[in-house]
């Protein structure tokens, strides 16, 4: 049975990681998407609500689980005895970072594989943080999330702006 874990923060989750999700479910028999949970880092979302997100708009993805996770991703991998990791490239730009990021975890735990899968040029510009910027401004995101993420953040930013 092969298992593999696409990690991320998914804050929040957008059409560009729905399409990885997608693709990397139909080669493995289980997905776990790992959603980190960084101190060092302020997310609109807290981790819960990041997995609640992610839950929903993959419920029609039986072998999908959503878990978050904190610390090494290859102590997570152990844990949740994956046999790989998937990441996605999306330009030049994210090359340097996600090679050493492999190569660090593959010296820390040489069982663990890292597997690229090349973004779809349609959801290649797609970033979270572009979502939220957009998002603050009172820019329609729909085009790149969910409708129920849409309104997710929508009402996130609301929130934010009450206190
Ligand atoms: P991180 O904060 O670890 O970069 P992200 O949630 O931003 O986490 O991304 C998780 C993974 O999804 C990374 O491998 C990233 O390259 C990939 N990814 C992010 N946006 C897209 C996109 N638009 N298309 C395909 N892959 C993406």
Redesign the pocket.
């Known amino acids: 049975m092969l298992k593999a874990i ?6 929040p989750v ?1 059409y ?2 729905l ?2 999700i997608g693709r990397s479910a139909k080669m493995v028999d289980e997905l776990i998407v790992g959603v ?1 949970n960084n101190k060092a880092k302020s997310p609109l979302f807290s981790v819960k609500e990041r997995v609640r997100m992610l839950e929903e708009v993959t419920k029609d993805l039986p072998n999908v689980k959503v878990l978050p996770f904190e610390g090494l991703l290859v102590d997570f991998a152990r844990e949740t005895g994956a046999d790989m990791v998937i ?4 330009a030049i730009t ?1 090359f340097e970072y ?1 090679l050493q990021m492999a190569q660090t975890n593959h010296k820390l735990d040489p069982s663990v594989e890292t597997v690229f899968l090349t ?2 040029l349609k ?6 943080t572009i979502v939220k910027e957009v998002a603050a401004f009172g820019g329609d995101i729909s085009q790149f999330v969910p409708a129920y993420i849409s309104e997710c953040v929508e009402e996130k930013i609301k929130q934010k702006r009450r206190v």
Request: charged content about 25%; proline content about 4%.
């Open positions: 696409y990690p991320g923060s998914f804050d957008t560009g990681h399409d990885m980190l990441r996605g490239l999306r994210d996600e973004t779809n959801y290649s510009y797609l970033s979270s």
